[in-house]
C-alpha cells in the first residue's frame, strides 16, 4: 500500500473546509490531546507538569518522575541458581518487610514456597540506603549434590554439583531487579556461604545514587550546519528537531560509526540499520555506509550478541539490507551498490540453509529487537524454542530482504540466485496466512510451541508497522491493524497485551522508535487520529524528558521504572527526524528520484521550510504549504511539473515547493484502550493421560489445542488426553473475560509405543571432553567441534517409511542463555539429502553437565535401513563467534510422526 502522492489541480477549483482530523472543538494550536495530557504547537502539559519551547533551540522542562518518593519496605523476591529464574513455580515470590525483626531474622528455604505478607498490612516507607540482610537454606541442594550429583529445582531445573556457579537474589527493591540472566555479573547480588549451607548477602537498598536528578532544560548553543535545518510555525517540532539533530550528531564514534545511545557505545546492526532507514541513509549516507561496513564479517552480516548465541537463534540481521538499499537509493553509489549486493546474497543464503522453514514458508528466530527473552515470551520457552518460533517482525524484514535482492540485481544488471525466485511473495503470502488474527483484526506476534506450533495472541507493533511500509499487509489488512490495533494513552506499546510482574523494558513499554514506524504507516494508510496520537506520544516524551530516550513505561509514561534506559538513543532520534522528512514532506526515496506525497495535519498548519538538504549532486530547500494529503501544486524553481517528483539526474542548488489543497483528511477509527495484562500461563500436573491446570482461575476460559488444532474447550481444570497413535501435543491457553489471552504452557507431548528411536552418542564415536572433569561424566558425551567430529554418522531402521523428527540431547557451555555468539550449528543429512539444521543454543557459562534438546528436524526415511549424519558444513554453519563452535552430544533422539 505505498502512498504515491498526485496533483489534483488549482486549489480554486476546490471546496476545503480546514478542520481538525480529532475534534472541531480542539484548539488551533492543539496537536493531539487526550484525558492523560495535551501537545500543544509550543508545549506540553502533563497535569502540573509543562515543557515549553522557548526557541528552537530551547526547551525547558519542570517534569518530575513519578519513581521519586521512597521504595515501600515491602519487598517481592526470588532466589536464583546460575542466574536462572528457577527457585520458584510460576506465579510465587518471596516477600519480607525490611526493618521488621522477624522478616530480617527468618531464614527462607530454596525452593520453598512462602506465607505472603499482605500488602495492604505495611505502608511503611524504606529509608535511604537501608542495609537488608538476606538468608537463604541451601542444604537440600547440597545434600542432593552429595547423594546425586545434581539438584532439580521447584522449575525442574536441572544444576549438576560441578556447574553449580553460584545462589543470586533478584527482587522488587532498587538496586535489585528481575533481570536474572544478568546476575552472573551482579557480584553484590551474589550470596555466599556462611559455612553451615545457609547462603547470605547484605544488601544496600533504596540507595541514594541511584536516580540522576530530572532534567529541567535542554539548550543548544548554536544549529548544526552538518544537517538540513527545519523551520515552522511549530515551535516545538522545530525544537525537538534540533534536540534530536544534536543527539544522533552525541552518537557520532570516533572511528565514524553510530552507536546505539549514550548508555549504548557499541554499533549494532538492528539499531543502526532502522536508523538509516528513518533518517541517517538521507541525514549523513557516508557514516551510514561506514557503520554498515562494521557489521559485516567474512562476507556476511554479523547478528549481535543475542539468545542462545546470537544467530541464528536471532535472526533479523537482514534489516541490514533494508538500510544498505535506502543509502543507494539516496545516494546512487553504485560501488556501494555491488559490495552490498553480495554481502546481502550471502547472508541470506545462510539463512535459507538455517533458517528457512519449508514447511511454512517462514523463517524462524526471535522478534525483531525483542531479544531479551522474558519480556516478550512465556517462562518456559528457552533459546531453542524461541529459534524454532516463527515471528511478524523478523518475517516482514526478510520478505522486504528478497524484494530488496531482486531490485537490486535488476539496477545491477544481474541474475539474482534462482533459490530466491518468489521468495518475497512466499514469505509475505505466509504471513498473512498464518499470523492474521481474524477476529482481532491485527497480527500475531508468533507462531511458537514446536512441531505443531499454535499463534500467540499478542502482537508485535513494530512488526505490524513494518508490515504496512513494506506492503505485506494487503491494503484492508494495512487500515484494519492500524484502527483496531489496542494503544494506550501514552503510545503505542511494543507488544500488546502484557506479562505480569515483568519490569518494563520491551513489556508495558512506548520505545520512540517504534510509535515512529508506526506513526509512518499510519500516515500511509492516512489514518489522521491514529498519527496524531502517535506523533503527540514522541512530542511529549521528548519535551518533558528534555532527551530522546530509550523508551518509557506505556502504563504511566514515565521514563523511570524501566529494567534499562538510555538518553540520546540514536533510533529515538532519527524516529523524530522521519516524520518531518517522510510524513510532512512526504519524501520517498526512489532510484530516478525522490517522490513527494505529503501527509499533512491541520495542527501542522503554515509553511514548513527544509533547508540545505543534500541529495546526490544536489541542494534543496523545500517548502510545504499548507496542510491536507493532496497536492494542488509542486513546483521546481518556479516551474510547476506535472508529477510531485525531484530526478535523481539534477544536480546544483534548487528551490521545491509544495503547496497542499487544505482538503480534510476523513477520520478511521482508532483503537485508543487502556493497558491489559495477560493471565497466568498454566501450570500443568501431568498424570498419564490427565493433564490439570493447578492454577486454574474461575472466570477465565481455557483454550484447548491439539496438534495445533483447536479443540472443544474443557469444562474442568483437568483434561483428559485419549492417547493418540501419533505423536502428538497439546496446547493449553488461558483467556480473560476481556477476551485477553496468554501464553499456551510448555506443549504437553504424547509419543506412541514403539516411536521413539534413540542412539547414544557414545555408541557412533569415541567419547570423552576436557571440558567435564570427571572423566566417568565425561564418557556420556561426544565433543563437536569445527574441526573435532565434523561428521557423525550412523544407522537408523524405520518400521515404516514416512516423516520423522529428529533432534539432539547435548550441552553447550560456551557461554550465558542470554547473549554471546557461540551457538553450536550442524546440519542434518538423511540418505545423503541435507533435512536441516540443528541448532543448539548456549546453556549457561562452564555449564557443560546442563542439557536439554535442539530444535526438530523433519525428515523422510524409508522402511528399513537409513543412514543419518550430524556434519559440520561451510559456510552454513559458521556462527557469528567463527571459532567456538561447540556441543557435546549426549544422544540422538528419532520419533515417528
Known amino acids: 500500500m505505498t502512498k504515491k502522492s498526485y496533483l489534483i489541480g488549482s486549489i480554486a477549483a476546490l471546496s476545503i473546509a480546514a478542520t481538525s482530523c480529532n475534534d472541531n472543538s480542539v484548539p488551533a494550536d492543539v496537536f493531539s490531546q487526550c484525558q492523560e495530557y495535551t501537545v500543544y504547537n509550543n508545549r506540553v502539559v502533563q497535569g502540573e507538569f509543562t515543557a515549553t519551547a522557548v526557541s528552537p533551540t530551547e526547551i525547558q522542562t519542570n517534569y518530575k518522575s513519578l519513581v521519586t518518593s521512597g521504595a515501600s519496605s515491602l519487598v517481592n523476591f526470588r532466589f536464583s541458581i546460575n542466574s536462572r529464574d528457577n527457585e520458584l513455580p510460576q506465579g510465587f515470590s518471596h516477600t519480607a518487610l525490611i526493618g521488621d525483626s522477624v522478616s530480617d531474622n527468618h531464614i527462607f528455604t530454596f525452593g520453598e514456597i512462602t506465607e505472603q505478607i499482605d500488602p495492604n498490612a505495611t505502608g511503611t516507607e524504606l529509608p535511604k540506603d537501608a542495609q537488608w540482610t538476606i538468608r537463604v537454606d541451601m542444604r537440600p541442594m547440597l545434600d542432593s549434590f552429595k547423594a546425586n550429583g545434581h539438584f532439580v529445582t521447584a522449575t525442574g531445573d536441572s544444576i549438576y554439583a560441578d556447574d553449580f556457579k553460584g545462589v543470586w537474589i533478584a527482587g522488587s527493591v532498587d538496586p535489585l531487579s528481575w533481570d536474572f540472566e544478568n546476575l552472573y555479573g551482579k557480584h553484590d547480588r551474589k550470596l555466599q556461604d556462611r559455612g553451615d549451607g545457609i547462603f547470605e548477602v547484605t544488601l544496600t537498598v533504596n540507595p541514594t545514587t541511584d536516580r540522576p536528578a530530572d532534567i529541567t532544560e535542554w539548550k543548544m548553543d548554536s544549529m548544526l550546519n552538518c544537517f538540513p535545518t527545519y523551520k515552522s510555525d511549530q515551535l516545538l517540532v522545530d525544537a525537538v528537531y534540533n534536540m534530536s539533530l544534536e543527539c544522533i550528531k552525541s552518537n557520532v564514534r570516533p572511528d565514524n560509526t553510530y552507536r546505539a545511545g549514550a548508555a549504548w557505545d557499541g554499533v549494532w546492526t538492528r539499531d543502526v540499520s532502522y536508523s538509516i532507514y528513518l533518517a541517517l541513509a538521507y541525514l549523513d549516507p557516508q557514516n551510514a555506509i561506514n557503520s554498515l561496513r562494521a557489521k559485516v564479517k567474512n562476507g556476511r552480516i554479523i547478528q549481535d550478541t543475542g539468545t542462545g548465541g546470537a544467530w541464528p537463534v536471532s535472526s533479523d540481521r537482514i534489516v541490514w539490507a533494508v538500510a544498505a538499499w535506502e543509502i543507494y537509493k539516496t545516494t546512487g553509489d553504485r560501488q556501494w551498490l555491488a559490495e ?29 529487537y525483542l531479544d531479551w527473552r522474558e519480556q516478550t515470551y512465556p517462562r518456559w520457552m528457552q533459546p531453542k524454542d524461541i529459534y524454532e518460533s516463527m515471528c511478524l517482525g523478523t518475517n516482514v524484514v526478510f520478505a522486504r530482504a528478497f524484494d530488496i535482492v531482486e531490485e537490486m540485481a535488476d539496477e545491477l544488471d544481474v541474475e539474482q540466485p534462482a533459490e530466491f525466485d518468489g521468495m518475497n511473495d512466499a514469505i ?33 507493533n513494530l512488526g505490524q508497522a513494518l508490515s504496512v511500509i513494506f506492503d505485506v499487509a494487503t491494503d484492508e489488512m494495512a487500515r484494519t491493524l492500524i484502527s483496531r490495533t489496542p494503544v494506550v494513552a501514552f503510545g503505542t506499546s511494543s507488544v500488546y497485551p502484557q506479562l505480569v510482574n515483568i519490569k518494563p523494558y520491551h513489556n508495558d513499554a512506548v520505545w520512540p522508535f517504534v510509535q515512529s514506524y508506526w506513526n509512518l504507516a499510519a500516515a500511509q494508510v492516512e489514518n489522521i487520529d491514529a498519527f496524531n496520537a502517535g506523533f503527540g506520544a514522541v512530542l511529549r516524551a521528548a519535551a518533558l524528558f528534555g532527551t530522546q530516550k530509550e523508551l518509557f513505561v506505556a502504563s504511566n509514561g514515565d521514563y523511570r521504572g524501566t529494567a534499562v534506559n538510555s538518553d540520546k538513543m540514536l533510533w529515538s532520534s ?20 525522490i517522490d513527494f506525497s505529503p501527509f499533512v495535519p491541520v495542527a501542522i498548519s503554515g509553511d514548513k521550510v527544509i533547508s540545505n538538504f543534500r541529495y546526490r549532486d544536489a541542494v534543496l530547500d523545500i517548502t510545504v504549504k499548507g496542510t491536507g494529503s493532496q497536492i494542488a501544486s509542486f513546483e521546481i524553481d518556479g516551474a510547476v511539473c506535472d508529477e510531485p517528483h525531484f530526478p535523481a539526474t539534477m544536480t546544483g542548488n534548487h528551490s521545491i515547493v509544495i503547496t497542499m489543497a487544505n482538503n480534510t483528511i476523513a477520520s478511521q477509527p482508532r483503537n485508543a484502550a487502556t493497558q491489559e495484562w495477560m493471565p497466568a500461563t498454566p501450570i500443568i500436573n501431568r498424570q498419564d493421560n490427565s493433564l490439570e491446570v493447578t492454577n486454574h482461575t474461575e472466570g477465565l476460559t481455557y483454550e484447548y489445542f491439539v496438534n495445533g488444532v483447536k479443540q472443544e474447550n474443557p469444562e474442568s481444570n483437568v483434561i483428559t488426553v485419549n492417547q493418540p497413535d501419533v505423536f502428538s501435543t497439546v496446547d493449553i491457553v488461558p483467556v480473560n473475560a476481556k477476551n485477553i489471552a496468554g501464553f499456551t504452557m510448555q506443549p504437553a507431548e504424547y509419543i506412541p509405543e514403539g516411536a521413539l528411536t534413540i542412539v547414544q552418542a557414545e555408541k557412533i564415536a569415541q567419547p570423552g571432553t576436557a571440558f567435564i572433569a570427571d572423566k566417568k561424566k565425561a564418557r556420556r558425551f561426544v565433543e563437536i567441534t569445527t574441526k573435532k567430529n565434523t561428521a557423525l554418522s550412523f544407522k537408523v531402521n524405520a518400521d515404516y517409511e514416512g516423516t520423522y523428527f529428529v533432534d539432539v540431547r547435548y550441552a553447550n557451555g560456551s557461554g550465558p542463555i542470554n547473549t554471546e555468539n557461540k551457538c553450536a550449528i550442524r546440519t542434518l543429512v538423511a540418505n545423503g539429502e541435507q533435512a536441516g539444521a540443528l541448532v543448539m543454543p548456549q546453556r549457561g557459562i562452564d555449564e557443560w553437565l546442563s542439557t536439554g534438546f535442539s530444535n526438530r528436524v523433519a525428515v523422510h526415511l524409508n522402511e528399513g535401513e537409513n543412514t543419518l549424519s ?22 540422538i533422539r528419532i520419533i515417528r510422526k
Open 574 to 593: 532519527t524516529g523524530y527526524v522521519s516524520a518531518l522528512f517522510r510524513v510532512f514532506a512526504g519524501m520517498e526515496f526512489e532510484t530516478e528520484g
Open 428 to 460: 509475505a503470502n505466509s504471513i498473512n496466512k498464518n499470523l492474521w488474527l481474524e477476529d482481532r483484526g491485527y497480527y500475531s506476534e508468533y507462531l511458537y510451541g514446536g512441531i505443531y506450533p499454535i499463534q500467540s495472541q499478542a502482537t508485535d
Open 870 to 891: 550430524i556434519e559440520y558444513l561451510t559456510p552454513q554453519n559458521i556462527n557469528m563467534n567463527g571459532d567456538v563452535n561447540t556441543a557435546l552430544i549426549d544422544y
Open 340 to 368: 552490498a549486493y553480495d554481502i546481502i546474497v550471502a547472508s541470506l543464503k545462510d539463512d535459507m540453509q538455517v533458517v528457512w522453514d519449508n514447511q511454512y514458508r517462514l523463517m524462524h528466530g526471535e522478534q525483531s
